[in-house]
């Protein structure tokens, strides 16, 4: 199943919409809902129960290298959104592998 082609946007609608007894349309306006209050929360952390958790880091100052001229840089402190995931969701998706 190495070459599993994942679902794309169209089928995760349909596919919901179908289990849900919904409309596409109305699939369609709760995940672009779900999705919006994802980025405005994600600064306080955004806990998809389940699945994972959306939450900013702030990355601190380091020193890098360029790796076309070996010239040391210094990299500034910078926020990054990270997304960690659930351990429910780590052991469904894992169940059996070790």
Known sequence: MANA???SK???ISHLAEKNELTRKQVIA??????DT???QAKNSFTLPGIGKLVLVNRKARMGRNPATGETIK?????????RVAKAAKDAILVGKK
């Open 10 to 12: 169209s089928a995760l």
């Open 38 to 40: 994802a980025y405005k």
């Open 5 to 7: 082609k994942s679902m």
């Open 30 to 35: 709760f995940m672009d809902c779900l999705v």
């Open 75 to 83: 990299i500034p402190a910078k926020k990054v959104v990270k997304f």
